[in-house]
């Protein structure tokens, strides 16, 4: 029993060995080379471009106060929409002491004036009215009487508006209510009630109460490098997509191209802005990032093929047409003439006809790629046998 024992655990190691070698020989047979095959197709080409920037108003206008003072009170806030000459907010004056000293004294002035020119006027009425002074006389008089009077008033309008920003002959026109200059929404009130304000001038901007901006009117801003501004051209269709609406696209039409590069983080670039068109603008606020797809060169119904068919040598690019079947297959290089490519597949303008098969990359096998991975991981993580070395670029096919 013993003896047959032996003979069968000898007889498992021989096939256990003889299996082993067998698998090993046929792992290191030649893999059969396979190829993608592509039929070319009649498809559109378009070579595009992204460009990213923001929506915003063509015109935003700061709404400034006419007179220094406090914000006593706001009448509207961030978001309301605003026709021009609309009050948005009203400033208190606090006088300056010299100005206010100076029309006081000129007010006083003015009583003392106008009360000698009525005491003048009618001593002078009574004579003559007796017939004791020419009518030439008398008008001087009544003329003085008259301007003396205007001055009080004038006084008066002056002390007020120094005193409160406003007279009782201009409380419509105050410049101490601060009123839109266009229709439009208004987009942001730094302001708050009780701050200073202060009016623009030769020194200073002067305080801005409000910002108001037609959004009906909107521009798409962006910049777009040097190596494709060539191709621009005003009028352009643009696409726009906003990342705050995902489910929405927006036409527009390019406008404007700087003549002048900036520098972007070491790119030159250039500026462009386009006209959005928008149907209704509530949905879209100022400073929205958006992106906008620009066609810069499109061809229609033209035979195509994936580009990764196409095997370029110099100036000149050939593909390798399929003929035969089966164990007869073969492959003939030809040369072709390519149009505009999109990256992704190419134009055929000569060499090709759509009866024809192309030849593609190779099919690569799985074992094919677990032999790609073991020589792609990086050198830091394997070591070296003795008397090996590893190599120094990953496996190719």
Do not use: C, H
Not at 207 to 231: H, K, P, Q, W
Not at 333 to 350: A, F, H, P, Q
Request: net charge negative.
């Amino acid at each position: 029993m013993k003896k047959y024992f032996k003979f069968i655990v000898a007889a498992i190691i021989a096939l256990i060995f003889i299996g082993t070698f067998v698998f090993l020989y046929v792992k290191s047979l030649p893999q059969p080379v396979a190829y993608n095959e592509f039929t070319p197709k009649i498809t559109d080409i378009r070579k595009t471009t992204v460009v990213t920037g923001k929506i915003e108003p063509r015109n935003e206008v700061a709404i400034k106060p006419q007179i220094s003072g406090i914000i006593s009170e706001l009448l509207k806030e961030a978001g309301n929409t605003v026709k021009e000459g609309e009050v948005i907010a009203k400033v208190k004056v606090i006088p300056d002491m010299g100005q206010l000293s100076s029309a006081q004294a000129r007010l006083r002035l003015a009583n003392i004036n106008v009360k000698q020119a009525r005491t003048d006027y009618e001593r002078e009425k009574v004579l003559y009215d007796k017939g004791l002074v020419s009518a030439d006389e008398y008008d001087k008089i009544a003329q003085a009487y008259r301007q003396a009077e205007e001055e009080v008033a004038a006084a008066e309008d002056n002390l007020q508006v120094v005193r409160d920003g406003v007279s009782k002959s201009n409380a419509s026109a105050s410049s101490t209510l601060v009123r839109s200059t266009i229709t439009g929404v208004i987009l942001d009130i730094p302001v708050k009630v009780g701050n200073s304000v202060i009016l623009s001038n030769t020194f200073n901007d002067g305080t801005t109460i409000a910002s108001v901006a037609d959004m009906n009117d909107l521009i798409f801003r962006g910049n777009i490098d040097e190596t494709e501004v060539g191709r621009l051209v005003t009028g352009m269709p643009m696409k726009l997509s906003i990342g705050a609406l995902q489910d929405k696209t927006f036409e527009a039409s390019l406008e404007y191209i700087s003549p002048k590069a900036v520098d972007n983080n070491g790119a030159n670039q250039f500026e462009i802005k386009a006209a959005v068109k928008v149907a209704d603008s509530k949905n879209i606020r100022s400073g929205y990032s958006a992106n906008a797809e620009i066609v810069l060169a499109q061809a229609k119904n033209v035979l195509t093929i994936p580009e990764s068919a196409i095997e370029f040598e110099g100036n000149d690019t050939y593909v390798y047409v399929v003929k035969g079947e089966g164990d007869e297959k073969t492959y003939e290089r030809r040369k072709v003439t390519t149009g505009l490519s999109d990256g992704i597949n190419i134009e055929i303008k000569k060499g090709l006809t759509q009866k024809d098969k192309i030849r593609g990359p190779k099919i690569i096998t799985e074992d094919q790629k677990e032999q790609y991975w073991e020589f792609s991981v990086p050198y830091e993580n394997k070591t070296p046998a003795d008397g090996q070395s590893l190599p120094t670029a990953p496996y190719e096919y």
